[in-house]
Nanobody
Framework: QVQLVESGGGLVQAGGSLRLSCAAS????????MAWFRQAPGKEREFVAA????????YYADSVKGRFTISRDNAKNTVYLQMNSLKPEDTAVYYC?????????????????WGQGTQVTVSS
């Protein structure tokens, strides 16, 4: 089992920045693919970004490309999401997810463990 705990969410004005963190514990391995998804009110959960175990490969949704940066620190079993130039449409609950094997994917069905989520609210 892997436990994931997100932090760093909050309320920010449009154009501002936030940095989300997700700490993994339990049966953690540095080869896990780690990712962020989000779910806005009344909408389906959607992929945001993912990073390979080495950090050498990343993948972003078009809606966040150039504004968000995913990174990880395997020594701390933590993945980060730096969010800049935030927009009201970025308002959502952000979830951290981990995949135990395989490559980067934007399919939520391929991720094995999920955090409880952290709320991000961007005011206009």
């Amino acid at each position: 089992q892997v436990q994931l705990v997100e932090s760093g969410g909050g309320l920010v004005q449009a154009g501002g920045s936030l940095r989300l963190s997700c700490a993994a514990s339990g049966r953690t391995r540095s080869y896990y693919v780690m990712a962020w998804f989000r779910q806005a009110p009344g909408k389906e959960r959607e992929f945001v970004a993912a990073i390979s175990w080495s950090g050498g490969s990343t993948y972003y949704a078009d809606s966040v490309k150039g504004r968000f940066t995913i990174s990880r620190d395997n020594a701390k079993n933590t993945v980060y999401l730096q969010m800049n130039s935030l927009k009201p449409e970025d308002t959502a609950v952000y979830y951290c997810a981990v995949r135990g094997w395989g490559g980067i994917t934007d399919s939520e069905n391929r991720y094995d463990y999920w955090g409880q989520g952290t709320q991000v609210t961007v005011s206009s």
